[in-house]
């Protein structure tokens, strides 16, 4: 085992990043060119918890929970988020997800109380007319692809919460022009995040990229002069932005309020549909989870549509999307940059330090979940996720950065699964497949057909 070098003596071997040998440079290399996700695994399981690459210098992968949390969550304040999401911020402009220091906390300080219980009941019946309203159109018999379906619910259901009435007609046409955004940055970041040419550079990607980038603004800011002319109190996010106010009276500038409302629009609709993608194709291959699951939904709901007042008796549908995520992490890698030297599991990184956290590796480590591979929803019976250790789980991150929108999602999740499952059954054709293509997030990279059936 090669152990990597430290500056300042012995520490626990465990805790020490290791650098793969020479010899084995060829296949990671060939790992990580064709399969990530099969990369990643590999290293830790093969070098242990922190693993170094040869080639950038000061670039390590986490997969230890303690050191993750030092990293999100005790030593937060070292760190950045990394050159990716610095890219991120060519798309999204300086929204919570990008932003960093005093303007962050400031944001984040803002837009917390749209994220309020009170205000997250009032999306409830909402979410449930979108899927309600988009499955009216299925039909028995026909194969889907479940990504495309669930994408198109919720970015409907985030365009109405953030803009209410105002955009949701407007919103396939929104969404589709995102999602071209979305689309040149995944290629962008194909190319590697590292070999990026500044966006004031006139390539064709960068020209691209800002000819959508002023299409989306044009729609955004006219809602938003809209809203700030008119004075009306709207209970949308948008309206909760453009009136948020700090403890000294200030409010957001237009430009700001943009870039919050695109981060929600992309942040809040691609991740939950990848959730919810993931549960019916894992519930598609099992129809013995799939009957238990359209048993405690009939019980709870007789046939009539839910209501937020159900979930909290529908737990074995929280526990299929908590098994999904487990098993498909929406935000497979989380990437942070350390802005001062930094001490992590007893071992001293310099400044400028790359760490690549793995919600995918860690998700499926068998000394914590047995048979992890496995689809089990009922490993998450008697409270499992608050029995675990602190980051053996962790699909919304952890710490200062932790995912705003975490209720927003689950609440969606179990009331678009639970309308859908309701419906229809969800079965797989012989082509049924996931092959998958770690981007930004953990997409299906061909979709995910499934054949509905009467239920
Ligand atoms: C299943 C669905 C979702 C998953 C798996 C997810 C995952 C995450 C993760 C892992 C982070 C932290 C990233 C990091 O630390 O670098 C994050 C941040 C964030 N998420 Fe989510 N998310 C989901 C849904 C949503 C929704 C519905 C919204 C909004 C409506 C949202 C808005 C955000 C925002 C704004 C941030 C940045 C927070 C900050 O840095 O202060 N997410 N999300």
């Not at 019916?280 to 009939?298: K, M, S, V």
């Amino acid at each position: 085992m090669t152990v990597g070098e430290s500056a300042d003596g012995p520490v626990p071997a465990s805790w020490a990043p290791v650098r793969p040998p020479w010899r084995d440079f060829g296949t990671l290399r060939r790992l990580f060119g064709t399969d990530v996700l099969a990369g990643m695994t590999y290293i830790h399981r093969r070098y242990g918890p922190i693993v170094r690459t040869r080639l950038p210098l000061h670039l390590y992968f986490v997969a230890d929970p303690g050191c993750i949390e030092e990293i999100l969550v005790k030593k937060a304040e070292s760190f950045h988020k990394d050159r990716t999401s610095r890219l991120l911020a060519r798309v999204l402009g300086r929204g919570l997800l990008v932003n960093e220091g005093e303007s962050w906390r400031r944001q984040r300080r803002l837009l917390q109380p749209a994220f309020h219980q009170r205000q997250l009941e009032s999306y409830a019946a909402r979410m449930v007319e979108a899927i309600a309203r988009a499955s009216d159109g299925w039909r028995a018999g026909e194969v889907r692809n479940v990504h495309e379906d669930m994408m198109g619910v919720t970015m409907t259901i985030v365009a109405e919460a953030l803009f209410g009435t105002d955009l949701s007609a407007n919103a396939r046409e929104m969404g589709r022009t995102i999602s071209d955004l979305m689309e040149q940055f995944s290629r962008m970041l194909g190319l590697s995040a590292r070999f990026q040419p500044p966006p004031w550079v006139p390539t064709p990607a960068n020209r691209r990229l800002r000819a959508s980038r002023r299409k989306v603004d044009a729609v955004i800011l006219g809602v938003i002069e809209a809203r700030r002319r008119s004075g009306q109190e709207a209970t949308d996010l948008l309206s909760l932005l453009v009136s948020a106010r700090d403890e000294e009276g200030r409010g957001m500038s237009d430009a700001q309020v943009r870039d919050e409302a695109m981060t929600l629009f992309l942040a809040g609709h691609e991740t939950t549909a990848l959730a919810l993608t993931y549960a019916l194709y894992l519930l598609a291959l099992d129809p013995e989870r799939q009957a238990r699951l359209t048993a405690e939904i009939a019980g709870v709901l007789g046939g009539r549509l839910p209501t937020l007042a159900d979930l909290e008796r529908l737990p074995y549908t929280e526990a299929v999307i908590f098994e999904s995520m487990r098993i498909y992490p929406p935000a497979w890698g989380i990437g942070r940059q350390a802005m001062t030297d930094v001490e992590i599991g007893g071992w001293r990184y310099p400044r400028g330090a790359e760490f690549v956290i793995s919600p995918w590796v860690v998700h499926r480590d068998p000394r914590v979940f047995e048979d992890p591979e496995l689809f089990r929803p009922e490993r998450w019976a008697n409270d499992l996720a608050h029995r675990l250790p602190r980051f053996a789980y962790f699909p919304f991150g952890g710490g200062p950065r932790v995912c705003i929108g975490n209720r927003f999602a689950m609440m969606e999740a179990k009331l678009v699964l639970a309308t859908a499952i309701q419906r229809f059954c969800f079965e797989p054709i012989p082509e049924t497949s996931v092959s998958l293509l770690p981007s930004a997030t953990l997409r299906p990279r061909a979709g995910v057909r499934l054949r509905l059936a009467e239920r």
